[in-house]
């Protein structure tokens, strides 16, 4: 999975209550992403960091916070969960426009249930 | 847990035989494309791209056409394996590549019959 590791890989939570999905790599890649995946949906993009301190909203960014603070690390948070949210979580890597590398890769998931 | 897979279309084929999973995408814009191949509760993972001034790029058993005149992307697997058996989708840039965000589609099933 391209040094990238995601914790925890199963959650049950209540709803109501917050929670913290990481996403770790080692390929000191510029850009990271965190997406949700859900049946008859896709991958939907919740939001993106184009580098330290640096992050921008996706397509379903509502109830959902992110932070970097460090260019391995990628924290999505969702500070009051609701049922809605139940779904599989992946972060994804990718170099940058920059590179010409616009690939990106993807972690093994986080699944997540709110109860 | 539900599947990625329900509610996809499926394409079933015989082990062996060659394969071919069709995309259709939206900007005229676009630059760039990718195919990814999600098996059962892993992450997605990359198999080919393609920039648009290629119309064809070959893997290793796999190879991308592109055909920018109706937008339509295809993935064709040669002599399809048990372990083909995954969802494919496929992905394009957003905006030409301005925003390093890509666009994913729902994705197609595929299931490999030995």
């Known amino acids: 999975d391209a040094g990238i590791t995601q914790s925890p890989r199963h959650k049950v939570t209540e709803t109501g209550t917050p929670v913290t999905l990481r996403c770790h790599q080692t390929e000191n890649h510029r850009y990271m992403y965190w997406y949700r995946q859900d049946p008859g949906h896709g991958l939907r993009l919740i939001h993106y960091s184009y580098g330290v301190k640096d992050t921008d909203k996706g397509e379903v960014s509502d109830g959902y916070s992110v932070s970097r603070s460090k260019t391995e690390d990628f924290l999505l948070t969702l500070e009051s969960a609701t049922s809605s949210q139940t779904s599989v979580y992946f972060c994804a890597i990718s170099e940058g426009a920059g590179t010409g590398a616009y690939e990106q890769y993807f972690g093994p998931g986080t699944r997540l249930t709110v109860t | 847990g539900e599947s990625v897979g329900l509610h996809l279309p499926t394409l079933s084929v015989q082990e062996g035989d060659n394969s071919i999973i069709n995309c259709a995408y939206s900007n005229s814009a676009s630059d760039y494309f990718i195919w990814y191949k999600q098996e059962s509760g892993k992450g997605p993972q990359f198999i080919i791209d393609?920039?648009?001034?290629?119309d064809k790029r070959q893997g290793q058993r796999v190879t991308v056409l592109l055909n920018k005149t109706v937008k339509h992307l295809s993935l064709q697997i040669a002599a399809t394996q048990p372990g083909d058996s995954a969802v494919y989708f496929c992905a394009e840039n957003e905006y030409g590549g301005a925003t390093n965000k890509l666009i994913f589609g729902t994705g197609t099933l595929l299931a490999v019959q030995p």
């Open positions: 393609i920039r648009s001034n290629m």
